[in-house]
């Protein structure tokens, strides 16, 4: 048998594990919003089409024939069957295998656990790409022929939602009605019949896919075909014409989402270049919202023709924000390269950006709780920013919001209207949780003056506060790192008692810590930021602070300088040290134990775990054998 025997002959093809469970968990399981499925189909189908009219920028003879592009559904009660055709890009024999019997996407994993966890899995289809397979919803099996754009083969896939699909040479009359393009025929369920009526199709088309670009027709068993949707590119009509509805329908369509935008800008530039933007904020976190890739999710016209949903058209970290950005001016035949080196794109990214930024401060003045909503879900991505856009970082760093020792939500603005007198600097601490920031020994002087602190836990803080950063003139400066003097600013309640001076000599107990502690750190010093703990860790003046060092030993970046111990010399622990001094052994363990417990404090576990117990159940067992009285 030859190899082109082998290929025309009807093969059994198992389908790949993710895309096996996928279907059993559709198959068997009941979703409220069924429906969903049609507007994956119709988005598929629109993508085929955006691809040919693509292709055939380089390759006019693609579309030769002259056709218009358009998708057709094709309800039929006697066999009870819906079809949906298009006639687009179409597809060979093995991107059939590979787009329906596999899911490249990396989110598939996430979609599968979200899925069996949720009440109502419609509602995530769509933000994973697994749009095909909802039609197993509500089809007990499924036909696909297709051919693709300049090609005389038409395959047929077929599968009835079982551990495989079945691929074969499309038969002669199912490839006489596929020129070009993909038919889908779904065999529905009993109980999916509803959905071979033209009333509640139109409804379905209504709801979802109006602003598809491409004329939707509805074929009926009786009556001529007819167009059922709008196919105007909403983002190329006026503000006026169009209604709240009409974004969030909108919205719903171009980004394959399910929330309600949290804003929406929609304007036309003029003057140099053209170019009409629709551009959205989500409410809710998008699954891939922290992939490495960064990957931006605007999707780039050239006059209503679909070029790349991959131009890069805002920076990384706005990335969440979703929509459509199309061109009057730029040529169609953009290679990859050009999107890369374009000047006029570079020019529109620039704008572009400084809109949703100006948006951004609009809202954030005029509509507070929905900044803050954009804010709680996208602040982590949208600080990355603070970083790397070095033309923004002022107004970026205004729009910030925190949680501080004051409160939560709280602006650079508001921090800078509460400084105490003699206060220069914005005070910040970088952890992995509020809850161990709060008990943390290196806010005890500030708290007991009454200075806010900046509390940052997610962890790109550790990241941004790297750069010479201010604010208003006040430089920021992290309480774990360099010396901190907080002497000029008088304290919340002076006539509270003063501690003792300590009688115990500094440079001895210094010495006899370094001399116990070896490398283990770079330094000792007194501490100025401490009023009641022991001891506490913190980073050079220079180089990174203490949380970014150790987010860079954890991830295998090197081990970092070493931490300087600071001591609190009015602590009786301390006092013990100088005490203790003729005696080695327990001047060592208590000079270890000021360090380790500095380590716990800030979350990390001792070097060698074991070697803490030891040496704490030895003190211990000290203290208790000493007379009381």
Excluded at 166 to 172: R, V
Aim: hydrophobic share 40%; aromatic share 8%; with cysteine.
């Amino acid at each position: 048998m030859t190899d082109t025997d082998t290929a025309a002959a009807p093969q059994t093809q198992p389908f790949q594990a993710e895309v096996a469970e996928l279907l059993n968990l559709m198959v068997h399981s009941v979703y409220s919003e069924t429906e969903i499925f049609l507007r994956e189909l119709i988005s598929n189908a629109s993508d085929a089409l955006d691809k040919l009219r693509y292709e055939a920028i380089a390759n006019p003879a693609l579309m030769a024939d002259g056709e218009a592009p358009k998708i057709r559904i094709v309800p039929r009660k006697a066999p009870d069957t819906l079809t949906v055709v298009d006639n687009g890009i179409g597809m060979d024999r093995q991107e059939l295998i590979d787009n329906l019997g596999t899911i490249a996407k990396s989110g598939t994993k996430s979609f599968l656990s979200k899925l069996t966890e949720a009440k109502d899995g419609a509602g995530l289809i769509g933000q994973f790409g697994v749009g095909f397979y909802a039609a197993f919803m509500v089809a007990d099996n499924i036909v696909v022929t297709s051919r693709r754009a300049g090609s005389g083969e038409a395959w047929t896939w077929s599968s009835s939602g079982g551990a495989g699909f079945e691929i074969a040479p499309a038969s002669e009359e199912a490839a006489a009605r596929v020129s070009r393009g993909t038919e889908i025929v779904l065999h529905l369920k009993p109980d999916c019949a509803k959905y071979l009526e033209a009333f509640e199709i139109e409804r379905i088309v209504g709801a979802y896919s109006d602003n598809i670009q491409f004329p939707i027709e509805l074929v009926p068993e009786e009556g001529e075909p007819r167009q059922i949707n709008s196919a105007s590119a909403l983002w190329q009509r006026s503000k006026s014409e169009l209604t709240a509805e009409d974004y969030k329908q909108a919205y719903k369509q171009i980004a394959s989402a399910y929330d309600e935008p949290a804003m929406t800008l929609h304007y036309r530039a003029e003057g140099r270049q053209s170019y009409a933007v629709l551009l959205f904020a989500p409410s809710t976190k998008p699954f891939d919202l922290f992939e490495p890739q960064r990957k931006g999710h605007i999707k780039l016209y050239v006059r209503r023709v679909f070029i790349t949903d991959d131009a890069d058209l805002l920076p990384p970290y706005l990335r969440f924000v979703r929509g459509v950005i199309d061109s009057e001016d730029l040529p169609l035949n953009l290679s990859r390269e050009m999107l890369q080196n374009n000047p006029q794109l570079a020019q529109i990214r620039k704008a572009v950006t400084g809109k949703v930024i100006g948006e951004f401060e609009s809202l954030s003045e005029k509509e507070p709780e929905t900044f803050a909503k954009i804010w709680e879900a996208f602040g982590p991505v949208i600080k990355e920013g603070i970083y790397e856009d070095f033309e923004r970082r002022e107004k970026l760093l205004a729009l910030a919001q925190f949680t501080t020792t004051a409160g939560d939500k709280r602006t650079l603005k508001q921090y800078v209207e509460a400084l105490k007198p003699n206060q220069t600097e914005i005070y910040y601490l970088v952890g992995d949780s509020i809850e161990r920031l709060k008990s943390n020994p290196k806010l005890e002087s500030a708290t007991a003056r009454g200075i806010e602190v900046l509390l940052l836990t997610d962890p790109v803080d550790a990241f941004w506060t790297s750069a010479p950063l201010d604010f208003g003139g006040k430089p920021l400066k992290s309480l774990s790192q360099g010396d901190v003097n907080f002497d000029l600013i008088p304290k919340l309640d002076d006539s509270a008692e003063k501690p003792p001076e300590s009688a115990t000599d500094e440079a001895s107990i210094i010495a006899v810590i370094k001399d116990a502690l070896g490398d283990r750190v770079s330094d000792v010093k007194a501490s100025q930021r401490l009023t009641s703990s022991a001891s506490c860790l913190i980073a050079g003046g220079f180089g990174p602070d203490r949380e970014l060092e150790r987010m860079l030993a954890r991830a295998n970046k090197g081990a970092g300088s070493k931490p300087i111990l600071e001591i609190n010399l009015r602590h009786p622990l301390v006092a013990a040290v100088g005490n203790a001094k003729a005696n080695a052994a327990d001047a060592s363990d208590l000079s270890m134990l000021l360090f380790e417990q500095a380590q716990i404090l800030d979350g990390e576990l001792p070097d060698d775990p074991a070697a803490f117990a030891a040496r704490l159940n030895r003190l211990v067992l000290l203290g208790i054998a000493q007379p009381h009285g």
